[in-house]
């Protein structure tokens, strides 16, 4: 049987449960991406209609009109204005909702003007009665010319009914539901006369789409007999802006009803109590107390049994398999590789968790409101919480979270200094480094010496974030408007739904994404340390044979051939070839390489250092990569090389230096030139090896 | 009278008059704060700025420099 489908595009201001709607009607059946070249997330889902006739949705991500003002909104422009995008909708969807109908009309408006098919939805009808609101539907259809789905997201009501609309999504009208050429006359009826093939608000959009919209290589004209100034197309602007309200609050004078009685509400006095001058900041203190207790605490259990698990699994492995080349790989490549993935899950999803929580509930633009004007001291906005926060996690989506910052300095600064904060790919290094230098002890019997190093090193993190904007705002001329237009969502409880998804796919996308490259790395680590370029490693066995019968070495020689082979392996030639810079600092050679790899993702550091000791080691025997470690000594002295001075200097670097490669590429595109990623390089890793240089040198 | 809308008082309300088309973004006024609406100051962040309001249905949070290029009147009953 031939499967019919309709391409839908769902589209919607921010806040209105537009999201909630795309999980009811796809479930789990959605694939998150990119949009090609850009990193704005494109999520795509599938909703079966009918036995023949499936749908594929788009969730177009949330903005308040077709004025672009970020990338994120102007992907939702660059598809309406293109007939030919594969992803071109037969039927858009404007997601409402009741309590802001006025506002988010404004946007389904221009949709009109566009003649797609439009079904307007307005979502969270279960409000209606509790905020005393009555609608007209059959007036408010005739009027915007349009089909309406009343439904309710949370109590899962209404999206049958939408499911019919879009069925017989034919019998939408298309026409525009008002004139907005009215506005200049003149103007638009030469626009009109130089291309009548053309919808005339598209060349609008087309013409005025770099207007606030400052990336944007510019599109070329219709014909520059018609050009405006910016001035004048911006003054236009706020006049269509004006007209459209003009229509909406005339169709909702009669189509709406609104109680003014309806009880005084949740709003005002969660706000009293979540903005007050000395509450909001000890919520907000708290709630990033919880957020950190969860990464570094609770996660804790399902991360250690996730460390001994695959540690157990490859001496498994390498016991049962037949001994050879491949079940090396298996053992001591891909293994430890997958381990040093899956080790992640937990502290992702726990920051996942909060973070979605916190921008469901609302609670999120209260943060900002209440930072603004402190972080603006330090040339950040308000709106650089999220990043920061963010950055706990991973600083990729917490740069691509800049984004919705209006103002180019106050962002260009946040992305410059996220990569500061405390990523968790640098938690695992940490962790490990800690557990090695720092006695389990407790301080005044209560406070866990480790941990309380793990928060000082966070606290490094934020400190050195804070303090390079500090500077970056000084020395950085740039002059922008302050502009900063929050809006303040109403309360709402979380949908566990949404949450749920939302963690599942972002640590999908995290692991999956983070995870390729890691893996690969352990194998080509791998590879590295059991080859050889030269003669002396394939006659390393003859070579120590012959030592040992001139008593220049001493020991088991099984032992000496494998630490004899990885010096000469090509991992070996790397790491020695780097050992004079990296010495100062208290690093060998076999830390280079790990320090070296690091920069393909910094949690490669602990899967390389397992990949080199378990080459070094000959061993079958549940050693995990921290007792490995601890037992690594120095060749000739028989110093411990993990010792208090070598410690704090790695914990330094790791905390300073920009080691990513994927930060640095998302730097250069939200920024679009290559100085600023070089800016961080240069600056951050220079900084560290300076503080490391001075730590490793009075430590000693 | 007319005045800035950075000099209305938490909980005073005045109607927008007009205001520097340089200094205020199109956003704004695609959120709904437009000449003839009625604007609400609910709240003022602890250190002074920025501004939270209420503006033809919706919830807005500014900075103090835009609203001073928002020129609002003060209705006579409310003074």
């Not at chain 1, 949690?603 to 990569?625: M, P, Q, R």
């Amino acid at each position: 049987m031939k499967v019919g489908n309709i391409n839908i595009a769902l589209i919607g201001n921010p806040n209105v449960g537009k999201t909630s709607v795309f999980n009811q009607l796809t479930g789990l059946n959605q694939q998150v991406g990119n949009y090609p070249g850009i990193t704005v997330e494109k999520k795509v889902g599938v909703c079966k209609l009918a036995s023949n006739l499936k749908a594929t949705i788009l969730d177009l991500p949330g903005t308040y009109s077709l004025n672009a003002s970020s990338l994120d909104e102007n992907v939702v422009i660059e598809l309406l204005l293109n007939r030919n995008d594969k992803d071109y909708p037969d039927v858009a969807i404007v997601v409402t909702e009741v309590e802001n109908l006025k506002r988010n009309l404004l946007l389904f408006t221009q949709i009109k003007d566009l003649e797609i098919p439009t079904i307007l939805v307005i979502n969270m009808a279960d409000r209606m009665s509790y905020k005393g609101i009555t609608l007209d539907i059959p007036y408010l259809e005739k009027m915007l010319k349009t089909k309406i789905a009343l439904i309710s997201s949370r109590k899962n009501e209404g999206i049958d009914e939408l499911k019919n609309l879009i069925v017989n999504y034919r019998n939408i009208p298309t026409e525009p539901c008002l004139n907005a050429s009215e506005i200049d006359p003149v103007y638009f009826g030469n626009l009109r006369k130089a291309f009548p093939n053309q919808l005339l608000y598209k060349l609008w959009l087309v013409i005025t789409q770099d207007v606030n919209f400052v990336n944007l290589d510019r599109k070329e004209l219709p014909n520059p007999s018609f050009t405006k100034s910016k001035e004048d197309l911006k003054r236009l602007q706020h006049k269509e802006t004006i007209k459209r309200y003009q229509f909406i609050n005339e169709v909702l004078k009669v189509g709406q009803t609104v109680d003014i009685n309806s009880a005084k509400d949740l709003r005002s006095r969660l706000d009293r109590i979540l903005m007050h001058k000395v509450y909001g900041y000890l919520i907000f203190f708290g709630i990033l107390m919880l957020i950190f207790q969860s990464i570094f605490d609770w996660s804790s259990v399902p991360m250690d049994f996730i460390d001994t698990s695959f540690a157990s699994l490859s001496s498994y492995a390498k016991a049962n398999l037949p001994t050879g080349i491949l079940t090396d790989l298996v053992a001591e490549g891909i293994i430890p590789g997958l381990g040093g993935i899956v080790i992640f899950i937990p502290q992702i999803a726990f920051l996942f968790l909060f973070i979605s929580v916190l921008e469901e509930s609302g609670y999120m633009s209260r943060v900002v409101f209440l930072m603004d004007k402190i972080m603006r001291r330090f040339g950040l906005s308000g709106k650089s919480v999220v990043p920061l926060i963010s950055g706990t996690a991973c600083a990729i989506p917490a740069i691509m979270a800049a984004r919705n910052i209006e103002n180019w300095k106050e962002r260009l600064i946040t992305i410059l200094v996220t990569p500061f904060t405390t990523c968790s790919a640098r938690l695992p290094v940490y962790a490990i480094l800690i557990s090695l230098i720092i006695p389990d002890k407790r301080l005044f019997g209560v406070f866990n010496m480790q941990g309380l190093t793990l928060m000082t090193l966070y606290m490094l993190g934020f400190g050195m974030a804070i303090f390079s904007a500090y500077i970056l705002n000084k020395i950085l001329k740039i002059k922008s408007n302050s502009y900063f237009v929050v809006e303040m969502p109403g309360y709402k409880v979380p949908m566990f739904k949404n949450v749920a998804i939302n963690v599942i796919e972002k640590t999908k996308s995290f692991v999956f994404g983070a995870g390729k490259i890691i893996l690969a790395l352990s194998v080509i680590l791998w590879f590295l340390g059991s080859h050889g370029p030269t003669e002396t490693f394939h006659n390393a066995d003859k070579i120590i044979e012959t030592q040992l019968q001139n008593k220049t070495v001493s020991g088991e020689k099984e032992d000496l051939v494998a630490s004899y082979k990885l010096e000469n392996s090509y991992i070996g030639i790397v790491g020695k070839t780097i050992e004079p810079v990296i010495k100062p600092l208290g690093y060998d050679w076999k830390i280079g390489i790990a320090v070296v790899s690091s920069f393909a993702a910094r949690e490669v550091f602990v899967g390389t250092l397992a990949t080199i000791y378990s080459v070094g080691s000959h061993s079958d025997e549940e050693t995990t990569i921290k007792n490995k470690m601890a037992a690594e000594v120095h060749p000739v002295t028989g110093a411990k090389i993990f010792n208090f001075a070598t410690g704090v200097s790695l914990l330094l670097f790791y905390a300073f230096a920009m080691q990513c490669i994927s930060t640095l590429a998302i730097t250069k595109k939200e920024t679009n030139s290559w100085q600023w990623p070089m800016v961080q390089l240069v600056f951050m890793s220079g900084f560290a090896y300076v503080v490391c240089l001075i730590a490793f040198q009075i430590l000693k | 009278m007319d005045i800035n809308l950075a000099q209305l008082q938490i909980g005073q309300k005045g109607i927008i008059q007009e205001f520097n088309i340089d200094l205020v973004p199109l956003k704004l006024l695609e959120m709904g704060c437009l000449p003839g609406n009625e604007v609400q100051i609910l709240q003022v962040a602890p250190f002074g700025d920025p501004l939270y309001l209420n503006v033809n249905d919706s919830y807005l949070a500014i900075r103090l420099e835009t609203a001073r290029a928002i020129t609002v009147q003060i209705p006579n009953e409310s003074k």
